[in-house]
């Protein structure tokens, strides 16, 4: 390959982090354009830094080249100078200007908006390896559980209170908010604010398993209005099954244990902690923690297949269905809404 092209394309290479859900350059919220222009100041203060750096060493190699006299000595000519304030004093003063960058743009979060106190409205728990979260702002009974996928209004602060049932995961929606820790037996508290509506994805960034990778997060923003009617919907009670291929799904599912695991609200005894709550499961856009779309297929995958899907998850294979009963348990499910 030409020497040109390698160049080339070492250059292009930083660039392909700058576009993509996860960039830190797709900002949608007032804390998360800090983070980007404070990134952004970083590297434009290491590409300069670098670049001086880069040119120094080769203008002392070419002056030097071909010649046979002897080099002088370190010292000699003033050199004891380029040590203290290009080894010392410039590498100091850049990083203190860094330093006080960072603390200026890392200290004025929105968390202190409106000059209230942090008054968490949303629960998000880290499970291995998907994400419960619970609405709690309000009175008991303004109160539900829902699982992997956030919903927000838009151009309103969020208080979110994170924690760990297990190991130690991460919340990150890099296009709202930096990144914070959600560490066993500790809670941890966020404020987000969306600034025009969309979805957001976020993911979880400390190991904690193998699925980790599979461990995504969605934030939804939306129009204030929008938000409401979800809400509203969240709020109340999974419909009955309509139809006969529905009605005999939801006899496979109180056959095949699922209410040992999941909670479907409005269908009986149905109160299992174990996974995800199912209440509105259609209503949500993927499954398996936002790792595949919330369609047909995927959902008859999942139910019949988890670990061949997401192996390790504590949801097992439920490979004994039969055609129509894995169909009729689908149709149930895809009702939930």
């Given amino acids: 390959m030409p020497r040109r092209l390698i160049i080339l394309l070492a250059a292009l290479l930083p660039l392909a982090a700058c576009h993509g859900p996860q960039s830190m350059f797709n900002t949608a919220g007032p804390a998360a354009q800090k983070l980007s222009s404070l990134a952004i100041f970083i590297l434009t203060i290491f590409c300069v830094s670098a670049g001086i750096t880069i040119f120094l060493l080769l203008w002392g190699v070419f002056r030097q080249r071909g010649s046979l006299e002897e080099h ?10 380029w040590v203290l304030y ?6 100091g003063l850049i990083l203190f200007v860094v330093f006080i960058f960072s603390l200026v743009k890392t200290t004025d979060f929105p968390l202190r908006d409106h000059g209230k106190a942090m008054h968490p409205t949303i629960l998000v728990i880290g499970h291995q390896w998907w994400w419960e979260v619970r609405y709690i702002g309000g009175p008991p009974d303004r109160q539900f559980t829902t699982a992997n996928e956030i919903h927000i209004p838009v151009g309103l602060p ?10 130690i995961h991460a919340f990150w929606v890099p296009a709202l908010h930096g990144k914070i820790q959600m560490i066993p037996g500790l809670t941890n508290y966020i404020r987000i604010v969306a600034s025009r509506p969309g979805n957001y994805q976020g993911e ?7 699925q980790h990778a599979h461990m995504r997060l969605l934030v939804v923003a939306q129009p204030q209005t929008s938000y409401r009617d979800w809400r509203r919907a969240q709020l109340k009670d999974a419909s009955l099954p309509a139809g006969s291929a529905a009605q005999q799904g939801e006899q496979v599912f109180m056959r095949a244990a699922c209410p040992l695991c999941h909670t479907v609200r409005g269908l009986g005894d149905v109160n299992g902690t174990v996974g995800p709550d199912l209440t509105h499961l259609a209503s949500r856009q993927y499954i398996g923690a936002n790792s595949f779309p919330n369609d047909k297929a995927d959902l008859e995958s999942w139910v019949s297949q988890a670990q061949t899907l997401k192996p390790g998850c504590e949801m097992p294979d439920l490979n ?10 689908t149709t149930f499910l895809r009702e939930l809404k």
Wanted: hydrophobic share 35%.
């Fill in 158 to 167: 969020v208080d979110i209170q994170v924690q760990s049932s297990d190991v």
């Fill in 320 to 329: 004994a269905f039969s055609g129509s009963e894995l169909r009729d348990l």
């Fill in 86 to 91: 290009g080894g010392l004093v410039a590498p």
């Fill in 72 to 81: 002088a000595p370190w010292n000699a000519g003033g050199g004891q100078n």
């Fill in 204 to 210: 979880c960034t400390v190991y904690c398993g193998v």
